[in-house]
């Protein structure tokens, strides 16, 4: 690579290892990002190239110095963040739970994130295992914890149970509850235990099937409506428009795994189709490059989208 003009960055020696990357692997991803040089003499980092790849250069670097910083690990999937905040000029919110700060673990995580703390309404569309149910319950759990909402409602359609609910024994919660298991895990595992039990007691914590939501005003509250791709195209118009003063709303769903006997009335891709470009809506987009899960479930997923664009050919 040609040498250009040098900069040097004095970082402590556990950054300058992260930068580096286990074979000098992090260092490559930047250097392949911005065309710049980066060496580690010791002491800090050296960057050599134009001005204007330093600078970006410089700001991917400084994002991997602060994760450090808060004694968090260093993936290869972070320095891709890194780099694409750096590119973009955005910088994924965080939000805080009691395990500490969840990190965004790809670029498109990333975007999401900063999606849901500017936008009023944001879609997130992707195969499961990408982190768009658990990163806008994080989110919403934030909120909640600093005050910045006095309700946190999740709802999803019970497609299973269709309107067959009232024959499945036990009180309402109990007929509810094995629908909403995926919830209830993701509160868990942010909250805890204890204190999603102490919100849940206070009303504070809301989850229910997408039918409840109906003749609703939702003010100060965070929306998460999970498993999207379920919902008809009146339930979607029905829940999406039950936000109120100080509301926020985060849709999740895959749309190709639709299991409406009538899949083409699914209404997230209907919704997403219309309202996409409008003012305080957010579209986010996840592939199997997203998935972290088991990285079997990466290649599941990239095997069934190519046999579905195969049968559509």
Same mark, same amino acid.
């Given at each position: 690579?040609?040498?250009?003009? %040098?900069?040097?960055?004095?970082?402590?020696? =556990?950054?300058?290892?992260?930068?580096?990357?286990?074979?000098?692997?992090?260092?490559?991803?930047?250097?392949?990002?911005?065309?710049?040089?980066?060496?580690?003499?010791?002491?800090?980092?050296?960057?050599?190239?134009?001005?204007?790849?330093?600078?970006?250069?410089?700001?991917?670097?400084?994002?991997?110095?602060?994760?450090?910083?808060?004694?968090? =690990?260093?993936?290869?999937?972070?320095?891709?963040?890194?780099?694409?905040?750096?590119?973009?000029?955005? %910088?994924?919110?965080?939000?805080?739970?009691?395990?500490?700060?969840?990190?965004?673990?790809?670029?498109?995580?990333?975007?999401?994130?900063?999606?849901?703390?500017?936008?009023?309404?944001?879609?997130?569309?992707?195969?499961?295992?990408?982190?768009?149910?658990?990163?806008?319950?994080?989110?919403?759990?934030?909120?909640?914890?600093?005050?910045?909402? =006095?309700?946190?409602?999740?709802?999803?359609?019970?497609?299973?149970?269709?309107?067959?609910?009232?024959?499945?024994?036990?009180?309402?919660?109990?007929?509810?509850?094995?629908?909403?298991?995926?919830?209830?895990?993701?509160?868990?595992?942010?909250?805890?235990?204890?204190?999603?039990?102490?919100?849940?007691?206070?009303?504070?914590?809301?989850?229910?099937?997408?039918?409840?939501?109906?003749?609703?005003?939702?003010?100060?509250?965070?929306?998460?409506?999970?498993?999207?791709?379920?919902?008809?195209?009146?339930?979607?118009?029905?829940?999406?428009?039950?936000?109120?003063?100080? %509301?926020?709303?985060?849709?999740?769903?895959?749309?190709?795994?639709?299991?409406?006997?009538?899949?083409?009335? %699914?209404?997230?891709?209907?919704?997403?189709?219309?309202?996409?470009?409008?003012?305080?809506?957010?579209?986010?987009?996840?592939?199997?490059?997203?998935?972290?899960?088991?990285?079997?479930?990466?290649?599941?997923?990239?095997?069934?989208?190519?046999?579905?664009?195969?049968?559509?050919?």
């Amino acid at each position: 690579m040609r040498r250009g003009p %040098s900069e040097f960055l004095p970082l402590a020696d =556990e950054a300058v290892r992260a930068v580096a990357g286990p074979g000098g692997r992090h260092a490559a991803l930047i250097e392949d990002a911005f065309h710049v040089l980066v060496e580690t003499p010791g002491g800090g980092v050296a960057l050599n190239g134009d001005a204007e790849a330093r600078r970006g250069a410089k700001r991917a670097i400084e994002t991997l110095a602060g994760r450090v910083a808060s004694r968090l =690990e260093i993936t290869p999937a972070d320095v891709r963040v890194a780099i694409d905040e750096a590119r973009t000029g955005g %910088s994924a919110a965080a939000p805080t739970t009691r395990r500490g700060v969840v990190a965004a673990k790809t670029a498109a995580q990333a975007r999401y994130l900063d999606a849901l703390t500017s936008h009023d309404l944001v879609f997130g569309m992707g195969p499961a295992g990408t982190g768009k149910t658990f990163l806008a319950v994080a989110h919403g759990a934030n909120l909640l914890r600093t005050g910045a909402i =006095e309700r946190l409602v999740v709802t999803r359609p019970a497609v299973e149970a269709g309107e067959r609910l009232g024959f499945l024994p036990g009180d309402l919660t109990e007929k509810v509850d094995p629908y909403m298991a995926p919830v209830w895990e993701a509160l868990s595992t942010i909250l805890g235990a204890e204190a999603l039990r102490k919100r849940r007691e206070r009303a504070e914590i809301e989850v229910a099937p997408i039918a409840f939501m109906r003749g609703r005003t939702l003010s100060h509250a965070f929306v998460i409506v999970d498993e999207a791709q379920n919902t008809t195209r009146l339930q979607m118009k029905m829940v999406l428009t039950r936000l109120g003063e100080g %509301s926020s709303m985060a849709v999740t769903g895959d749309p190709s795994q639709v299991d409406l006997i009538n899949s083409h009335d %699914s209404g997230l891709a209907h919704a997403v189709s219309i309202l996409e470009g409008v003012e305080g809506v957010a579209v986010s987009r996840f592939t199997g490059a997203d998935v972290v899960r088991h990285p079997l479930v990466g290649r599941i997923v990239e095997a069934y989208d190519a046999d579905t664009a195969r049968r559509q050919r």
